[in-house]
């Protein structure tokens, strides 16, 4: 059984530039969350996808914005990077469908801004 | 707001000693609750989860953590540390179990020898 599985693995972009990671729920899974740690920071939340919509969101400006697909897969998109950007992204994946209460996170993507 | 405090930025243990890291929350109700463990360049690992029930919890790799409500906290406890155990831990929380997890800011293990 799959785990959530993220991609790329790394990532170096420079400032201006856009970029888009993606992520593949475990299996079962139905909802998709990111979120942005920093180094040396705990994980702070992006937003919440189900059903192919953002149903939460953190104080992340509209730079970043996401999408689901049917088959419950999610991408982040982050317009405009700064260097400020530059973190760990990690994907988690629950259950808001089955009521499963646990999140399960990927192995992330090192997004590097230079 | 809603927020969570790990007070030990670093902790230091020798192998076979015990362990306890601390976590404090503030929050409206309580919360569900949550430990995750990250080793270096990964993501994060749960060792554990309180919901409702018995306040003392068992997870996986020996760990466990009490709920306390009077003091808001859930603190993770090993009996004796392996080398391995050496990550960075989070406690985090949540006002359900699939929503937003809001974390603190970890605490760094080392092991020696």
């Known amino acids: 059984d799959a785990g959530v599985t993220q991609s790329p693995t790394h990532l170096i972009k420079t400032r201006g530039q856009q970029v888009t990671l993606r992520c593949s729920p475990k299996?079962?899974?139905?909802?998709v969350s990111w979120y942005q740690q920093a180094l040396g920071q705990g994980p702070q939340f992006i937003f919440q996808?189900?059903?192919?919509?953002?149903?939460q969101r953190g104080n992340f400006p509209d730079r970043f914005s996401g999408h689901q697909f049917p088959n419950y897969s999610s991408e982040l998109n982050v317009n405009a990077l700064l260097l400020g950007d530059s973190a760990l992204y990690l994907c988690?994946?629950?259950?808001?469908?089955?009521?499963?209460?646990?999140?399960?996170f990927g192995p992330g993507t090192r997004l590097t801004v230079l | 707001a809603q927020s969570v405090t790990q007070p030990d930025i670093h902790i230091t243990v020798s192998e076979g000693a015990s362990l306890e890291l601390r976590c404090n929350y503030s929050?409206?109700?309580?919360?569900?609750l949550f430990w995750y463990v990250q080793s270096p360049g990964q993501g994060l690992q749960l060792l554990l989860k309180?919901?409702?029930?018995?306040?003392l919890v068992q997870g996986i790799k020996g760990f466990e953590a009490e709920f306390k409500r009077s003091q808001s906290s859930f603190n993770l406890r090993k009996p004796s540390v392996h080398w391995s155990d050496a990550a960075e831990y989070f406690c985090?929380?949540?006002?359900?179990?699939?929503?937003?997890?809001?974390f603190g800011s970890g605490t760094q293990l080392t092991v020696l020898p």
């Open positions: 988690a994946s629950s259950s808001l469908g089955s009521g499963a209460d646990t999140q399960y």
């Open positions: 299996s079962g899974h139905d909802t």
């Open positions: 996808y189900y059903e192919e919509e953002e149903r």
């Open positions: 929050y409206g109700a309580t919360p569900y």
């Open positions: 309180y919901f409702s029930g018995d306040t």
């Open positions: 985090a929380v949540a006002l359900g179990g699939a929503r937003q997890l809001t």
